[in-house]
Nanobody, 125 residues
């Protein structure tokens, strides 16, 4: 079992940057995939970025070139560097992990069994 705690959310003006961090604790040894999701009010939760044990990454089209996901295996943290933020990025951001090794990582909510509580990101125009 793992526990995930997000931090780093806040309010920022459009064009600004934020860095989210997720501390992963517990049995982290067999984790295969890590990811960030977000959910805006009235919308479904959507995948933002993911990283696998082999270091490969995947991004939603809406954030490519602006967001960067990274993992620190020593500190057991998962980060999301967000640049050029726009009001459309406003959402609650969640980190998630999976013990199951998928042949192809897709940012699908059902593929991740463990979730953090979320951290709010608000971008003003």
């Amino acid at each position: 079992q793992v526990q995930l705690v997000e931090s780093g959310g806040g309010s920022v003006q459009g064009g600004g940057s934020l860095k989210l961090s997720c501390k992963v604790s517990g049995y982290t040894y067999s984790l295969q995939h890590w990811a960030w999701f977000r959910q805006a009010p009235g919308k479904e939760r959507e995948g933002v970025a993911g990283i696998s044990a082999d270091g490969s990454t995947v991004y939603a089209d809406s954030v490519k070139g602006r967001f960067t996901i990274s993992r620190d295996d020593i500190m057991d943290t998962l980060d999301l560097e967000m640049n050029s933020l726009s009001p459309q990025d406003t959402a609650m951001y969640y980190c998630a992990v999976s013990y199951y090794r998928f042949r192809l990582l897709r940012l699908r909510v059902p593929d991740f069994g463990y979730w953090g509580q979320g951290t709010q990101v608000t971008v003003s125009s």
